[in-house]
């Protein structure tokens, strides 16, 4: 472990330890899926994220908490060309050519607030109806297809049950294996069925990598049952980034909490229950508890 100066960060009154990493090595980072132009390779073995203040507050939490092993660890924030950034481990240092996949887990993918918002203040989004026409030119409404433009919230809620996401309670983002592009074909991976043949092309059928990645989703799965962090907060369009290696070698981390908040104190969620509109529920157990059962029917068959 190495200490960052403080000169190297913003507004940070404390040293930060970060992991030994010689900044003269190249550091290996691909960006599976996510918003482009969001991330820097940073120093030290780290990936410098674009700030957000609500993720911020998470990952301080998260690190004071006993899901800290199954997250990047969190440095702090950073400025770069006048750009604030928050600080996170790297989650391929340590891993040799790497796999790295991206499942979004839980039964919804936006905020309450964000549905409230598209009924107080609707602007329809351009971009995203010609994201739904690319996909299914027979999606739109015809109000949808006369504004040439859907609300936000709408092309979410398709996307949920296009996708495994309705049906699951996670789905798959994409996925980049050693010398290949990345993979993100998967809007429509619906069934069980489609769900096992795009997981078992990521792990190529090695049963020794679904058992490696089955044991931390277990573990995972344990650990959030108790963890005070999971019981406080709505964990929304949050995913879980798979990594192994061709030694065997496997991980898997929480990341992306650009929209998880804390609870109001009166609040509680169980993560299992379905969602109904002010009941805060994100399915996020109800998820793991299919994907873990997905991957143990894959080394049943
Ligand atoms: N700490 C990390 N270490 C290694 N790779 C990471 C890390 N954090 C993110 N990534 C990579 O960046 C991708 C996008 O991450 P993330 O979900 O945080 O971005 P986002 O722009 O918030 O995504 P979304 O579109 O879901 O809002 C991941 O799929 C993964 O490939
Ligand atoms: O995967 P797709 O089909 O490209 O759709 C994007 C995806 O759902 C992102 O999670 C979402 O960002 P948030 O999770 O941050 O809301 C983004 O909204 P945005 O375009 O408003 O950033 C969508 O466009």
């Known amino acids: 472990m190495i200490l960052l100066s403080e000169r190297h960060m913003k507004n940070e009154s404390r040293d930060i330890i970060c992991p030994l990493h010689d900044p003269k090595t190249p550091q290996q980072w691909e960006q599976v899926v996510g918003h482009q132009g969001s991330f820097q390779v940073g120093e030290h073995g780290t990936v410098l994220k674009m700030f957000c203040q609500g993720e911020q507050q998470c990952y301080q939490k998260l690190m004071e908490d006993t899901l800290r092993p199954f997250v990047p660890a969190y440095y702090g924030v950073v400025q770069k060309d006048d750009q604030d950034y928050n600080m996170l481990e790297n989650l391929l240092n340590n ?35 010609e994201k739904m026409v690319a996909v299914d030119p027979g999606a739109p409404t015809l109000e949808e297809q006369t504004q040439k433009a859907v609300l936000k919230s709408r092309y979410m809620q398709w996307r949920e049950t296009l996708s495994s996401t309705t049906t699951l309670g996670f789905r798959i983002e994409g996925f ?16 069980r069925e489609q769900v096992i043949k795009a997981l078992s092309e990521f792990v190529e059928s090695n049963t020794q990598i679904v058992w490696g990645y089955l044991r931390h989703l277990r573990k995972l799965r344990q650990v959030l049952e108790t963890s005070d962090f999971f019981k406080r907060h709505e964990v929304v369009g949050s995913s879980l980034l798979f990594v192994h290696d061709c030694s065997g070698k496997t991980g898997v981390w929480m990341i992306d909490f650009a929209k998880t908040s804390a609870l109001p104190p ?10 109904l509109e002010g009941n805060r529920e994100d399915g996020y157990l109800w998820g793991l508890d299919n994907l873990i059962d997905v991957l143990t029917n894959m080394l049943q068959n």
């Open 95 to 129: 891993f040799n050519s790497p796999y790295i996949m991206d499942c979004k887990i839980g039964s919804r993918t936006y905020l309450e607030k964000e549905l409230q918002l598209a009924r107080e203040r609707p602007q329809p989004r351009q971009d995203m109806f």
């Open 176 to 191: 980049k294996k050693p010398n290949e592009d990345c993979q993100t074909n998967f809007k429509k991976t619906k069934s």
């Open 266 to 275: 009166h609040l509680t969620v169980d993560h299992r229950s379905p969602w």
